[in-house]
């Protein structure tokens, strides 16, 4: 496989964006959201949504829409968090988790009801989402997983080796998960979508206008920028893993880790037979897991754990075309156009953090790697927490706000804790036979 390596950029930043939104920083605002991303946006629609209006929702980003998580991740849509819905009961109490569960299994259908009922173009699909297991013991656990949603109405089944092998056209992996409430979409589309319907209700979204200090004051909160002050009742954090000690603890609510992905050339059509060829979005359960599927131009695009750094080399590129040609060695020659990464905010409970760590300040982020659906949904929550619901009728539950023990050894304990997960992952691969 032929690799260039002077494109480290984003294949789906390559559209067009609109323009900036910028006009005069207004002194005044009903609620600040601080973070352009999924969660700031989505707040900010279901705002002027509620008020009829958005005139008084002002939105800071410090980057441009789309430059964080939200304009490059993988675009896959998956429902639930990271924790099945059995362990959200015991977690959470049986009502309490059982309101979660159907919350967070509905939040892809939500993504996709919001796209259409917001007329979005970003090549939404909600035909499914494969999780692949690369031995049977994660197959029995993804059957575990299946049978706690069926239970729950989900259209959630189990795939046999033989038909993972025919929709995913690779034979290394022994079955999988198929989510039929899942599905994918080009993510900086989608995210400009938001933004662009925002706007249409009055919304105003100012790009490159990082949010640098946050006071307290009689009435609620002044927001400085290097452009002016501006003072609001209600302030909203949803900086997610690009956060700034805006708040002394927030960039130490979670761990920060690197997702990495590269995009190839449109394959050729007889590639495009043996390569993903059920057209579905893939993640499979090795510690460090690999995530791919294929774009509308008839592109693979591949995704894994990773550096810890923003910046890419060469090393980065070569490790995702190991992983591409791993699953599919039909791909050998065929270059790769992009390569990119983008920062994943690991939550210290396992689930996104909802948090009001004063009154007229709420915070929602770490939403690991699975925050399309989730960081979309999230938004109604902190809106109703914004009009004031208390926290204790949130059907999420709204936690206390504090840094993790210990925050600054968690960088380092992650980055053991990868380079071990990808040992026992190479193990498993090679002694054990897991893969072909
Ligand atoms: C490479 C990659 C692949 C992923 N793949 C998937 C996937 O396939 N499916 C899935 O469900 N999830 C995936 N995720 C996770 C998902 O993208 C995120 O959870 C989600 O986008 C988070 O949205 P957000 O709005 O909370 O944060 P972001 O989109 O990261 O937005 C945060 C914004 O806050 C801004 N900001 C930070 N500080 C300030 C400040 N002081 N002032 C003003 N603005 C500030 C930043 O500039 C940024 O734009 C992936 C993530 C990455 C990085």
Excluded at 180 to 203: C, D, F, I, S, W
Excluded at 295 to 312: E, K, N, S
Aim: glycine letters at 10%.
């Amino acid at each position: 496989m032929k690799s260039t390596p002077d494109l480290y950029s984003c294949l789906w930043q390559e559209r067009s964006a609109a323009p900036s939104f910028a006009s005069i920083l207004p002194t005044r605002a009903r609620c600040v959201v601080i973070g352009a991303g999924y969660t700031g946006l989505s707040t900010a629609l279901e705002l002027s949504a509620r008020s009829g209006g958005g005139e008084e929702v002002v939105v800071l980003d410090a980057m441009n829409i789309g430059d964080g998580a939200s304009g490059r991740n993988g675009g896959q849509v998956i429902p639930g968090l990271k924790l099945n819905p059995d362990e959200l009961e015991q977690r959470f109490g049986q009502q309490k988790g059982a309101v979660l569960a159907d919350l967070v299994g509905g939040a892809a259908t939500h993504v996709f009801n919001l796209i259409q009922r917001l007329g979005i173009e970003c090549g939404a699909r909600q035909d499914g989402w494969i999780q692949a297991a690369h031995h049977e013991a994660a197959l029995d656990g993804l059957l575990d997983r299946a049978i706690q949603w069926q239970s729950r109405g989900a259209d959630v089944q189990m795939l046999d080796a033989a038909q993972t092998t025919r929709l995913l056209g690779t034979p290394i992996y022994r079955g999988a998960l198929l989510d039929r409430r899942a599905g994918q979409l080009q993510p900086y589309e989608y995210v400009h979508g938001l933004a662009a319907a925002a706007r249409q209700r009055g919304v105003r979204i100012f790009e490159q206008c990082a949010a640098l200090q946050l006071r307290r004051n009689e009435s609620g909160w002044t927001v400085s920028t290097a452009t002016g002050e501006i003072r609001a009742q209600q302030v909203v954090i949803a900086t997610n893993a690009y956060s700034s000690p805006l708040l002394p603890a927030l960039p130490h609510t979670y761990v920060t880790l690197w997702s990495l992905q590269a995009a190839t050339a449109p394959l050729s059509s007889e590639l495009l037979e043996q390569v993903l060829p059920g057209g579905l979005p893939v993640s499979d359960t090795f510690r460090v897991l690999r995530y791919f599927r294929r774009t509308t131009d008839g592109r693979f695009v591949l995704g894994t754990r990773g550096a810890f750094r923003d910046a890419l080399n060469i090393n980065d590129m070569a490790r995702v075309r190991s992983e591409m040609l791993d699953i599919y060695p039909m791909l050998e020659g065929v270059p790769i156009t992009h390569c990119w990464c983008g920062r994943v905010a690991v939550p210290a409970a396992s689930i996104p953090m909802l948090s009001q760590p004063e009154p007229g300040l709420t915070v929602a982020l770490g939403y690991y790697g699975r925050g399309v659906a989730m960081a979309t949904r999230m938004g109604a929550l902190v809106a109703d927490l914004v009009n004031g619901l208390p926290a204790h009728e949130s059907p999420y539950p709204v936690t206390p706000f504090k840094a993790m023990p210990a925050a600054p050894l968690h960088r380092n304990v992650a980055r053991v804790a990868a380079n071990v997960m990808r040992f026992q992952d190479l193990f498993e691969r090679r002694v054990r036979g897991v893969k072909r």
